[in-house]
Structures are given as structure tokens and as C-alpha cells.
């Protein structure tokens, strides 16, 4: 089961976002592998939030920190 | 437009509960029907009175040794043997050099199967890289290449851990798992099974507890991940038990015995011969009977002939240094009628399940039947003309055979192949 392979069969690509709805988003909390988890296509397309989401998970995380110890 | 028909033979075909003298008609490799006086204009004509016809046999377990070691055996000369013994299917191991752990490998067997075969022949991809029992191999591209199981025959896979993600793997793809059990520390140095015999020859032992072990290991694991799992042919008293424990529970456990492991014990091993030795070895006499048995009860799902071709400059060794393994393809239905029919313990049908039905089943092969529609594979084969087995004679490219010489009662007359007659008695001999 080598990385090619991995990602051949359990990778998301583009051509699967063809099958999920048109409004689906793609959600990733980070740190992407890129060519193993899911394509470069995907990670960077326009349905990715992915950034957004490791942007705002940041935010939250030092929310939820604030509000335990502070 | 080829056209093919089997007429008055006793046609048994276990999937559809048939048995009744009939004819078979075949047309562009498929099956057309079964039924009485049948007739097709410019069809050719096989007699089979007297014989029994049946789906083609399917050997799920042979070493066919190409690529790398075609010294030993082809492609070709491994199908032609498998026809002469009335196979029309055969699943080749991936023990060849190089291994058969990828893609690329998996398509040359393919291609050169489609080239040179005169029966059918499904690889076996390996589970783990080079089956050296540490990565695993790539088993998803080796089923879009045409593989219908994985297994690391020979070399079992010792890490559990490693076993259980290839089972997961497996799961996933819808292969079976086949291992051949072995605890390859329990077994190491051995030569035959440890016992009363291997004392008194003063060989060193295989204990049968080194087959056990794995056996429980794989169920255990099986149960864990859902796999489906085969037992490679099995021999001891202990794995048949445990196979019918895991049965019992409902899991996906199927398993497999040679006729080697069911005809012979450790006491024939006379003057160090060195055709007696393979793995797992030939067990003691209650071992035996479990597996008999265990076909009967129906523990056992398969006879599979583990066809191991060595050629004689390096299989007629001292009994220590010669490697483990014997031919079976050409012996395998006339042990098989010797000991299980004519004994009285099985039914033909049973019998022809065992190498049809059973095979299919655990492989899911879309075969091992004679209904409408299903390829064009017929085994024809007596049950009563005595014939006597010549290693000498046989279609493999190897002789390591101790059933050379050995007299028997009932036998395979033609092997079907995609409608056409890839082999048949007359002619052959």
C-alpha cells in the first residue's frame, strides 16, 4: 500500500466533488496531505474552506483557552 | 459461432441440485442448457456416456512458478497439467520472482496467461511487499489488474498487527485473506510433522501447534476486523476444529485441504524420500481423519492441490536439504474418489462440490456451475477405469510426485475450457 496507491483509492480529487451536492463545501482542520489526504485541486478550489476553517480554529481555540484560564 | 455438446454423460452440478443422465450444450463460451436429447445443428459432438459431467474444477491453490523460475514450471506447462487433471480453473500464487505485489506483475500473469493458458488462471496478489511480512503490497491496484485474493503464501505474514491491517485492506477491496498458517519460530529447522515418526527417523519436527496458532491468530483477527479468511491447506486436528468453531460463530472463515493432506500420513514416509516432504507436513493418522472429517461435516470448503513444481536437481536432495512442496494437479481427482467417494464418505455431488461450489464461493468467482448463462467450463471424469500415474508422463515441467506409480480407480476423461475441449483423455494418451 504505497502513497500512490493510498491516495488512488481513498484520496478525494475533483472528480469526486462531482457526486456531492452543488452548495458541499470541503472542511479540513489542518495540516493537509497534500497528494495523500485529498488533491491540491481540491485543497485549493473554490469550495475549500479550509483556510477559513484553520484561521477561524485559531480564533475558537483562543476563545475556549480565554474562557478556561482566564 | 463455436457450438459444443456434451451428450449422455451423468451431469452433477451441485449449485442447481442437478443429477440426472443429460446433455450440455455449449455456445460461444457460455453454457446454453442442460437438459435430455438435446441437439444442435453443427455442434460438435463429445460422447460422455458413462462418465460423470460436471461444472469445470477450479484449483484455488497452485505455484505455477512464472515469472523467474520457469525451470521449474510456466504458465503453460502448469495449465497443461491442470487441464490433464481436470481442471479448468487455476489461482497461482504470487511466490514468483519477482513477487507478484504489484500491478505490473499481476498483468504479465494476466497477458501471459491469455497467451499461453489452456485453462483459466486467476493470480494472487501478495499482502505484504516482496512478502516480506513488513509493508503492504499494493492490493487495491492488484484487484483492478485481475487478482482474486491475496495471500503471502510460503512466507507467512509473522507481524499481527501487519495481518490485521491487511485484513482491514482486504475488507475494503472485497478480497479474501488466505494464509498459509505458520508460526515460522515454532516451525524453524523442520522437516516433517514432530512426532513418533519423526523420531524414529530422526528428522527434525514441525510441530503441529506452529500450524494452530496462526489458525487461532487469523480467526481472532478475521472476527476483529470482518474480513473474509481463508485457511490454506489445512492439517491438523486442532485448525479443523477451530475452523468449525469460527463457522459456528457466523465469521467469514472459509478453508481449504489437499488431497496430499487427507490420502497420506507421516508414517509413509519410507527411505527419506524426499516427495514426502512439503508444508504444513503430512500430519499423523487422527489428523487425517479430522480432515475427512472436516470435509464431511463440511468444515472444509475446498480441496485445492497446492501444486508445488521443483525440478529434480533440486527437489532429489537428502530430505533436509531438498525444498518443501509436490506436484497434485494430475493426482488430485483420483485421491480424491480413492479416498473419499469410493470410501463411502461423500457423495459425487459433494465431491464435485468441493472442487467447484466451494472454490467459487470463497473466491466469488462466477463459476462452478452448469446453469444457463455461466462460462463454458466442463470437467468430464469416471469413476470406474483403473489407471496408473506415471510422474514421467506428466504435463508439468517437474516430477516431484509420491504418487508416482500409484494405482487408481476413476479419474479425469476432459477438461472444457470457454466451450472448447482444452484436453481429453484419448487424445492425450
Given amino acids: 500500500m504505497s502513497v500512490s496507491e493510498y491516495f488512488r483509492f481513498y484520496g478525494l480529487r475533483l472528480e469526486h466533488l462531482v457526486s456531492a451536492k452543488p452548495d458541499a463545501i470541503v472542511m479540513h482542520p489542518g495540516p493537509i496531505n497534500r497528494g495523500r489526504e485529498l488533491s491540491s485541486e481540491v485543497a485549493d478550489s473554490q469550495r475549500s474552506v479550509i483556510l477559513n476553517q484553520v484561521e477561524n480554529g485559531i480564533a475558537v481555540r483562543m476563545a475556549v483557552l480565554e474562557r478556561v484560564v482566564g | 459461432m463455436s457450438a459444443l455438446l456434451v451428450k449422455n454423460g451423468r451431469i452433477i452440478d451441485p449449485a442447481s441440485k442437478f443429477d440426472d443422465i443429460a446433455d450440455v450444450l455449449l455456445r460461444d463460451g457460455r453454457i446454453v442448457e442442460v437438459g435430455r436429447g438435446l441437439a444442435a445443428e453443427g ?79 486467476f493470480p494472487i496478489g501478495a499482502i505484504t511487499k516482496n512478502s ?4 503492504l503490497a499494493d492490493i487495491g ?20 498487527r501487519v495481518m490485521r491491517r491487511a485484513m482491514e485492506f482486504a475488507r475494503s477491496f472485497d478480497l479474501p485473506v488466505i494464509d498459509h498458517c ?39 483477527l478475521a472476527q476483529t476486523t470482518g474480513a473474509r479468511f481463508h485457511v490454506a491447506h489445512l492439517s491438523s486436528r486442532n485448525a479443523v476444529a477451530m475452523v468449525a468453531y ?15 493432506h487427507f490420502a497420506i500420513t507421516d508414517a509413509d514416509i ?19 481423519n479430522a480432515v475427512i472429517e472436516g470435509i464431511v461435516s463440511g468444515a472444509i470448503d475446498a480441496i485445492a492441490t497446492d501444486h508445488a513444481p521443483h525440478p529434480g536437481s533440486e527437489k532429489m536432495q537428502e530430505f533436509e536439504k531438498c525444498p518443501f512442496g509436490i506436484t497434485g494437479l494430475e493426482t488430485a481427482l483420483g485421491l480424491s474418489l480413492e479416498k473419499l467417494v469410493h470410501t463411502g464418505k461423500i457423495s459425487l455431488t459433494r465431491l464435485v462440490a468441493l472442487f467447484t461450489t466451494g472454490p467459487a464461493g470463497v473466491l466469488r468467482l462466477n463459476r462452478g456451475t452448469l446453469r444457463a448463462g455461466a462460462p463454458a467450463d466442463v470437467t468430464v471424469f469416471d469413476t470406474e477405469r483403473e489407471w496408473t500415474y506415471d510422474a514421467n508422463q506428466s504435463h508439468s515441467k517437474s516430477r516431484n510426485s509420491p504418487f508416482h506409480g500409484r494405482k487408481f480407480r476413476g479419474g479425469p476423461i476432459a477438461a472444457i475450457v470457454n466451450g472448447h475441449i482444452a484436453w481429453r483423455i484419448d487424445k492425450a494418451e
Avoid: W
Avoid at chain 2, 491496484?141 to 499481527?160: F, L, Q, W, Y
Avoid at chain 2, 516432504?277 to 487425517?288: G, N, S, W
Fill in chain 2, 43 to 121: 455442434a460438435e459432438i463429445f460422447d460422455a456416456s458413462g462418465c460423470i459431467v460436471a461444472p469445470g474444477f477450479i484449483d484455488m491453490h497452485v505455484h505455477l512458478r512464472e515469472p523467474g523460475i520457469e525451470h521449474a514450471e510456466t504458465i503453460e506447462t502448469g495449465s497443461r497439467a491442470a487441464a490433464a487433471g481436470g481442471f479448468t480453473s487455476i489461482c497461482c500464487m504470487p511466490n514468483t520472482i519477482p513477487v507478484n505485489d504489484n500491478a505490473t506483475v499481476t498483468s504479465y500473469i494476466v497477458e501471459r496467461a491469455r497467451q499461453q493458458a489452456i485453462t483459466n488462471v
Fill in chain 2, 141 to 160: 491496484s492488484m484487484k483492478h489488474a485481475g487478482i482474486v485474493a491475496i495471500s503471502d503464501d510460503g512466507r507467512p505474514v509473522m507481524n499481527a
Fill in chain 2, 246 to 260: 469460527a463457522k459456528a460463530k457466523g465469521l467469514a472463515v472459509t478453508c481449504e485441504a489437499t488431497p496430499h
Fill in chain 2, 182 to 220: 505458520e508460526d515460522l519460530n515454532l516451525s524453524a529447522g523442520g522437516d516433517m510433522h514432530e512426532g513418533l515418526q519423526s523420531t524414529r527417523l530422526g528428522l527434525r519436527g514441525i510441530p503441529s501447534s506452529s500450524e494452530d496458532v496462526m489458525v487461532a491468530r487469523d480467526i481472532l
Fill in chain 2, 270 to 288: 519410507a527411505g527419506y524420500d524426499s516427495n514426502y516432504k512439503m508444508k504444513p507436513p503430512l500430519r499423523t493418522e487422527c489428523d487425517v
Fill in chain 2, 132 to 135: 516480506a511480512g513488513e509493508e
